[in-house]
């Protein structure tokens, strides 16, 4: 633990620097602790990452069972991280299996039932119906101690209005967190939407009030920048390298939303379907929104967060990677081996860019250790196999040290018919808040932790 300077004054916990309807908030600083007072209990943080269109499972599932596991070609982007993730196999989406009568819709369902465990009403108006999330459970508790209850980020923006698949509202597969029954929180799919929802918290964040500050191209910081020559002379020298660390990535990231808007708004810049504002490449955008998630949780604005990587039956193409193909049919590969090589690309592709989350968190001070030893982070998939719809045997991952609650480095396979929503009953006891249900599960999952 790095020794702290002892002084007589401290900051407040909550401390914002304010300036032309910005405000920009602060990592936990050494100098928000009084003089000799103990550090304080982490802040635990939940996270999950929803992938689209199932996964390759030959490519993705560990042969070995325990700890002796070898990463399969898949995983082999988080290997830097063995001892921080499980590796979750068997587990079961089945309230996503069709009712009687109701055929087709399963990729609806399989985004509707993923964070809920209840099976969605097929609808394709505004009788739209599932459950409360896991994340919104927890979000109700912790969402009290700071300024967002949650944050639900995306890649892909889906108007939640009309029909998309076979009879099912285009709510259920553009969202994955549900604040009620009714209610699918729609995800934040332009990066500086986020940056102003994060930093924007001032009285000027209307809309004239937000072109007029990017027409100017005034930094944020800029605003900020007295409050914060002040606060620097304040602190003492691991607090001021801290500082000084935080400042430089929310300007990088101010740098690289400016580019983006400027590479959309050229005469000559290739016509795109995302909203502008939007990175050429899809590495570069999701490893822009992923540290913008990063900020979120330093700067304690939320605790809680989801990630929409793709709704599903997504179109999306990854030229970048040799993929021109969409996503969705490449699912459907009825085992080609061409077909099974290029959905294995696309798999490993999100594990990479998983991997640049974990190593954010990772490199990220938080009290006495890192954003990742303090946090449980959640990737995984609605279905598996998606070729044929199969909603059991999920690929799920769990990464973090949950604040000292989670012991990695194994590889637990569990029976097919186990609940998916087992894990989030354990989760949601292992972020402070018991309880006896939820969704469609039986039973917490003991195997999760030897502490």
């Not at 606060?231 to 691991?238: E, H, K, V």
């Amino acid at each position: 633990m790095s020794a702290k300077v002892v002084t007589r004054k401290h900051l407040q916990r909550r401390t914002f620097l304010r300036g032309f309807g910005a405000a920009v908030a602060l990592p936990l600083l050494d100098g928000m602790l009084p003089a000799f007072a103990a550090v304080p209990k982490p802040a635990r943080r939940l996270g999950v990452i929803y992938l689209p269109n199932g996964m390759n499972m030959i490519e993705w599932r560990p042969k070995a069972v325990g700890a002796a596991f070898e990463f399969p070609s898949t995983l082999t982007p988080l290997a830097p991280f063995r001892d921080k993730l499980l590796v979750l196999s068997g587990m079961s989406n089945a309230e996503a299996d069709p009712l009687p009568g109701e055929g087709l819709g399963d990729h609806s369902r399989a985004q509707a039932v993923f964070l809920t465990g209840v099976h969605p009403r097929k609808t394709e108006g505004t009788d739209i119906r599932a459950g409360i999330s896991a994340d919104q459970i927890v979000a109700r508790e912790l969402g009290r101690e700071t300024e967002l209850s949650s944050l639900e980020l995306g890649l892909e923006a889906v108007d939640l209005v009309g029909g998309c698949e076979d009879g099912y509202a285009c709510a259920y597969s553009g969202a994955v967190a549900w604040r009620s029954e009714t209610m699918p929180l729609p995800v934040l799919a332009q990066p500086r939407a986020v940056f102003e929802r994060l930093f924007g918290a001032g009285d000027g964040t209307d809309r004239e009030s937000r072109l007029s500050r990017i027409e100017m191209e005034r930094s944020i910081l800029d605003m900020v920048s007295d409050q914060l020559t002040s606060l620097r002379n304040r602190l003492g020298p691991s607090d001021r390298a801290r500082i000084t660390e935080y400042f430089d990535s929310v300007r990088d990231i101010e740098r690289r939303i400016q580019r983006a808007e400027e590479q959309s708004g050229r005469g000559d810049f290739p016509e795109i379907q995302q909203p502008g504002g939007i990175p050429d490449t899809f590495e570069e955008y999701a490893k822009l929104m992923f540290d913008l998630n990063v900020l979120a949780f330093q700067t304690d604005l939320t605790r809680i967060s989801t990630f929409l990587m793709g709704r599903e039956k997504t179109g999306r193409t990854y030229p970048e990677i040799g993929v021109p193909d969409p996503h969705h049919p490449i699912s459907h590969h009825q085992n080609r081996p061409e077909m099974l090589d290029k959905e294995a690309k696309i798999n490993a592709f999100h594990m990479k860019l998983f991997a640049h989350f974990l190593q954010k968190l990772q490199s990220t001070p938080d009290g006495d250790g890192s954003l990742l030893d303090h946090s449980l982070i959640v990737q995984g998939a609605g279905m598996s196999n998606s070729d044929i719809h199969y909603h059991h045997d999920l690929p799920m991952l769990l990464a973090g040290g949950g604040a000292g609650h989670v012991k990695g480095g194994r590889h637990l396979k569990f029976g097919e018919e186990t609940p998916l929503s087992n894990l989030w009953l354990t989760l949601i006891d292992k972020m402070g808040l018991p309880i006896d249900r939820f969704g469609d599960s039986n039973g917490k999952i003991d195997l999760l932790s030897d502490v």
